[in-house]
């Protein structure tokens, strides 16, 4: 099961950043179920972000 949490897509957080993002994520997961992902991107598309954010969860596997 992959820990990755952070998707960066914009490039505006170190790798640094990241992996201890993903280390506090992972951890909040294991002590209370919660699951939430972090995702950067240089454009919306066009797209409201309500619109955005449906179409990353019905396009990518976050929850896989």
């Not at 972090?38 to 969860?57: F, K, M, Q």
Request: hydrophobic letters at 35%; a negative charge; aromatic letters at 10%.
């Amino acid at each position: 099961q992959s820990n990755q949490y952070i998707y960066d897509e914009a490039n505006i957080l170190s790798s640094d950043s990241i992996d201890e993002a993903n280390s506090i994520i992972a951890e909040l997961k294991v002590k209370t179920g919660a699951q939430f992902f972090v995702i950067t991107t240089p454009s919306l598309n066009d797209l409201s972000i309500e619109d955005y954010s449906n179409e990353l969860l019905n396009n990518h596997h976050f929850f896989h």
